[in-house]
T-cell receptor
């Protein structure tokens, strides 16, 4: 699986958009990009995933660059409950291993 | 209510003892996983199983053992050979097939005393 690089931590004001970057410059053509988040001492929660096109659901939007070497998770209106560690993962097509790095600690502040 | 159930939530173990963490899922998922998480760190894969009666080592399998006798169950045994077992343990499951997401249980805290 391709390695991902994320900032260690980020701050965001409540009500503003949170933009979390992820670098995956060695991604191959059939690897998906996944985002999960983990609130302290809980199991990680699935947010969104994509292959090539930008994706949006009720939680977030995923923007993948045209060369697929990086992506951005967007939380459009961050709340205090969005404070968590966010993990960016790339995974081979039809491959069952999920590798989690250290993620980005997002601090949403009032 | 469908989901992944881990038990116990908190467990204390004396040094030299084996301990087994339970993981049960009623999602009819084929693949199941065990991860370890140390404070402030990401998740590391211990073992995973893609079908019943089959499992593979992850990155940190030493000192751990698993079994997969039933589709819904994937217990993890932390043996006395694991030198630093105090950690947060997470079980997960997934349907087979491309693009499917992985779902996690709520985790089990193991402390060696």
């Amino acid at each position: 699986d391709a390695k991902t690089t994320q900032p260690t931590s980020m701050d965001c004001a409540e009500g503003r958009a949170a933009n979390l970057p992820c670098n995956h410059s060695t991604i191959s053509g059939n690897e998906y990009v996944y985002w999960y988040r983990q609130i302290h001492s809980q199991g990680p929660q699935y947010i969104i995933h994509g292959l090539k096109n930008n994706e949006t659901n009720e939680m977030a939007s995923l923007i993948i660059t045209e060369d697929r070497k990086s992506s951005t998770l967007i939380l459009p209106h961050a709340t205090l409950r969005d404070t968590a560690v966010y993990y960016c993962i790339v995974r081979l097509y039809n491959f069952n291993k999920f590798y989690f790095g250290s993620g980005t600690k997002l601090n949403v502040k009032p | 209510d469908g989901g992944i159930t881990q038990s116990p939530k908190y467990l204390f173990r004396k040094e030299g003892q084996n301990v087994t963490l339970s993981c049960e899922q009623n999602l009819n998922h084929d693949a199941m996983y065990w991860y370890r998480q140390d404070p402030g760190q990401g998740l590391r894969l211990i073992y995973y199983s893609q079908i019943v009666n089959d499992f593979q080592k992850g990155d940190i399998a030493e000192g751990y053992s698993v079994s997969r006798e039933k589709k819904e169950s994937f217990p993890l045994t932390v043996t006395s050979a694991q030198k630093n077992p105090t950690a947060f343990y997470l079980c997960a499951s997934k349907e087979q097939g491309s693009g499917n997401t992985i779902y996690f249980g709520e985790g089990s805290w193991l402390t060696v005393v």
